[in-house]
């Protein structure tokens, strides 16, 4: 079992940036592969960012694409999420996941989301 725990979230003007972590315990033996996603108040959670297990792989929606970076420290057992030149439309609870197989891109190939963190982005 893993659990996730994200933080980093909070309120933030458009142009701003903010970093979120998801910091994992419990079977943290294996380096697993992860990602980010969020859900906006009556939308469908979506994908944002991935990254494999030795951070040399990452995945982007286009959405984010040259605005987000994710990256890891797995020394630390903890994944980030750089967000930079926020924009009203990011507006979302963010969670992050561990990738367990299939589409890096689908929400059913992750298992033991976090309870996310809420980032507002005002205009």
């Known amino acids: 079992q893993v659990q996730l725990v994200e933080s980093g979230g909070g309120l933030v003007q458009a142009g701003g940036s903010l970093r979120l972590s998801c910091a994992a315990s419990g079977r943290t033996s294996t380096t697993y592969s992860m990602g980010w996603f969020r859900q906006a108040p009556g939308k469908e959670r979506e994908f944002v960012a991935a990254v494999n297990w030795s951070g040399r792989t990452t995945y982007y929606a286009d959405s984010v694409k040259g605005r987000f970076t994710i990256s890891r420290d797995n020394a630390n057992n903890t994944v980030y999420l750089q967000m930079n030149s926020l924009k009203p439309e990011d507006t979302a609870v963010y969670y992050c996941?561990?990738?367990?197989?299939?589409?890096?891109?689908?929400?059913?190939?992750?298992?033991?989301w976090g309870q996310g963190t809420q980032v507002t982005v005002s205009s």
């Open positions: 996941a561990v990738f367990t197989g299939g589409s890096w891109y689908a929400t059913k190939s992750y298992g033991y």
